[in-house]
């Protein structure tokens, strides 16, 4: 069956350094739209970043500049670089898969979905 198994999360200080994969089994990353999400303690899950099916990437305000999602399409992950990271950056992140038709932060978009990895920013 599909499965998205997120790695790398950690301690690291602000102004730090993280970077995050998200190995995907029966699933091309290629082929379709995949994101990050995060959800940080008492918040609603919120969109990170996207690559689409073309390669097009998109940010959330909070990120642009400092996170960089890829993906490596012979190893089929994805990745999200995440730099000079802030304390509001603490969250557990999600690696999600969806379709190719939309690409979107929109959670109701992605079929399946990681376990999650914790990053924690201390000050």
């Known amino acids: 069956q599909v499965q998205l198994v997120e790695s790398g999360g950690g301690s690291v200080q602000a102004g730090g350094s993280v970077r995050l994969s998200c190995v995907v089994s029966m699933y091309s990353v290629s082929d379709n739209c995949m994101a990050w999400f ?8 919120e969109g990170v970043a996207y690559v689409s099916s073309g390669y097009t990437t998109r940010y959330t305000d909070s990120v642009r500049g400092r996170f960089t999602a890829s993906r490596d399409d012979v190893k089929n992950t994805l990745y999200l670089q995440m730099n000079n990271v802030r304390p509001e950056d603490t969250a557990i992140y999600y690696c999600a898969a969806g379709s190719p038709s939309r690409c979107a932060l929109d959670s109701s978009l992605f079929h ?3 376990q999650g990895t914790q990053v924690t920013v201390s000050s």
């Not at 959800?39 to 899950?45: C, D, L, Y």
């Open 112 to 114: 399946f979905w990681g």
């Open 38 to 45: 995060r959800q940080a303690p008492g918040k609603e899950r």
